[in-house]
């Protein structure tokens, strides 16, 4: 009797695992459609909502051509449930034309929406261009901003070149066709060229954050050396307007009609937010990547990003050679 007691016990046992295994396997399982069918049913391919809210943009690091931002971008401008923008930047700058076209993209989002810049860490060069967008600047008292100014380098391999014994053939249509070159020594007159494309882009720098902060032009000119400045120092020159952080940038919008009060919603990339992408949301990769892409990004992670900034660069303290040891 004990006997057959006890397997009525051990069957009653195995019963609720059992029960417990299937109720489990089917919430999963329900859990896994549900997400895919959001994943596949959201064509933005960005995080918003219905309710109406304060979007929040994250540009960080090198700045280069980025056409997921400018979509996303985009789409709150179009989003009406957006009752203002902040936009968070924390970058060093980057390439010349990436910041054009992001601060192109901001100012479209400003003539519909108010928008504010939240200065984090770092403000520079492009990453200033594109915060001078925005119709006000919020940083912190120690954060870092400035750097008005642009930079082409190039190297010069002729040393090592002469050291392995190789030379360079070539024949060309001109003088200054494909100059300057790191396999020849670089002449007075492709110094010149460069030089007058520096400055005309320069120029346009210039002229941008005359504009946008209202400024004196020979004011700006003053400030536009490569220096950089403190959130204390920006402000007593006019570089943002007020000190603080995301605090401030909320009140500042409530000055412009948004309600304080609203949430804020950070607009992330789909991968960043979707359940697929936790096993690669680290280096960011989605899998339809080709293997430059994929380089590219994991380089991205090891600080190696500037590698590919091709053409003028607008950049605090771009990477330099390592040193002999």
Do not use: C
């Given at each position: 009797?004990?006997?057959?007691?006890?397997?009525?016990?051990?069957?009653?046992?195995?019963?609720?695992?059992?029960?417990?295994?299937?109720?489990?396997?089917?919430?999963?399982?329900?859990?896994?459609?549900?997400?895919?069918?959001?994943?596949?049913?959201?064509?933005?391919?960005?995080?918003?909502?219905?309710?109406?809210?304060?979007?929040?943009?994250?540009?960080?690091?090198?700045?280069?051509?980025?056409?997921?931002?400018?979509e996303r971008l985009d789409a709150i401008r179009t989003t009406a449930s957006v009752k203002g923008v902040i936009v968070?930047?924390?970058?060093?700058?980057?390439?010349?034309?990436?910041?054009?076209?992001?601060?192109?993209?901001?100012?479209?989002?400003?003539?519909?929406?108010?928008?504010?810049?939240?200065?984090?860490?770092?403000?520079?060069?492009?990453?200033?261009?594109?915060?001078?967008?925005?119709?006000?600047?919020?940083?912190?008292?120690?954060?870092?901003?400035?750097?008005?100014?642009?930079?082409?380098?190039?190297?010069?391999?002729?040393?090592?070149?002469?050291?392995?014994?190789?030379?360079?053939?070539?024949?060309?249509?001109?003088?200054?066709?494909?100059?300057?070159?790191?396999?020849?020594?670089?002449?007075?007159?492709?110094?010149?060229?460069?030089?007058?494309?520096?400055?005309?882009?320069?120029?346009?720098?210039?002229?941008?954050?005359?504009?946008?902060r209202g400024m004196p032009r020979n004011e700006v000119l003053r400030l536009a050396d490569g220096s950089i400045f403190?959130?204390?120092?920006?402000?007593?020159?006019?570089?943002?307007?007020?000190?603080?952080?995301?605090?401030?940038?909320?009140?500042?919008?409530?000055?412009?009609g948004v309600d304080a009060d609203l949430r804020v919603v950070e607009w992330k990339k789909k991968e960043e937010s979707?359940?697929?992408?936790?096993?690669?949301?680290?280096?960011?990769?989605?899998?339809?990547?080709?293997?430059?892409?994929?380089?590219?990004?994991?380089?991205?992670?090891?600080?190696?990003?500037?590698?590919?900034?091709?053409?003028?660069?607008?950049?605090?303290?771009?990477?330099?050679?390592?040193?002999?040891?």
């Amino acid at each position: 009797m004990a006997s057959r007691a006890d397997d009525l016990i051990d069957r009653r046992r195995l019963r609720r695992k059992l029960s417990f295994w299937r109720i489990a396997t089917i919430v999963i399982l329900a859990a896994v459609v549900f997400a895919g069918v959001r994943f596949l049913a959201d064509d933005s391919g960005f995080t918003s909502g219905p309710i109406d809210q304060i979007a929040k943009v994250k540009i960080e690091g090198t700045i280069t051509e980025d056409d997921e931002l400018l979509e996303r971008l985009d789409a709150i401008r179009t989003t009406a449930s957006v009752k203002g923008v902040i936009v968070n930047i924390d970058s060093p700058g980057g390439t010349t034309a990436g910041g054009e076209a992001i601060y192109e993209e901001i100012r479209r989002l400003a003539a519909e929406k108010p928008v504010v810049t939240q200065v984090g860490t770092l403000a520079a060069s492009a990453g200033y261009m594109i915060a001078s967008a925005s119709d006000h600047i919020v940083a912190r008292q120690s954060s870092i901003v400035g750097s008005i100014g642009v930079l082409v380098q190039f190297p010069d391999v002729t040393g090592l070149m002469d050291k392995l014994g190789i030379k360079l053939e070539e024949v060309k249509s001109s003088p200054l066709k494909a100059e300057p070159s790191p396999f020849n020594p670089t002449t007075d007159e492709e110094r010149a060229m460069i030089r007058r494309m520096i400055l005309d882009s320069y120029d346009w720098f210039v002229d941008l954050v005359t504009e946008r902060r209202g400024m004196p032009r020979n004011e700006v000119l003053r400030l536009a050396d490569g220096s950089i400045f403190t959130g204390r120092q920006a402000l007593a020159n006019k570089l943002i307007d007020e000190l603080g952080g995301e605090r401030e940038a909320i009140a500042w919008l409530g000055t412009k009609g948004v309600d304080a009060d609203l949430r804020v919603v950070e607009w992330k990339k789909k991968e960043e937010s979707s359940w697929f992408s936790l096993l690669s949301s680290r280096a960011g990769l989605t899998g339809h990547e080709s293997l430059s892409d994929t380089v590219r990004v994991l380089l991205g992670e090891i600080g190696g990003e500037h590698l590919f900034l091709d053409g003028m660069v607008s950049l605090w303290h771009p990477a330099q050679p390592s040193p002999d040891r």
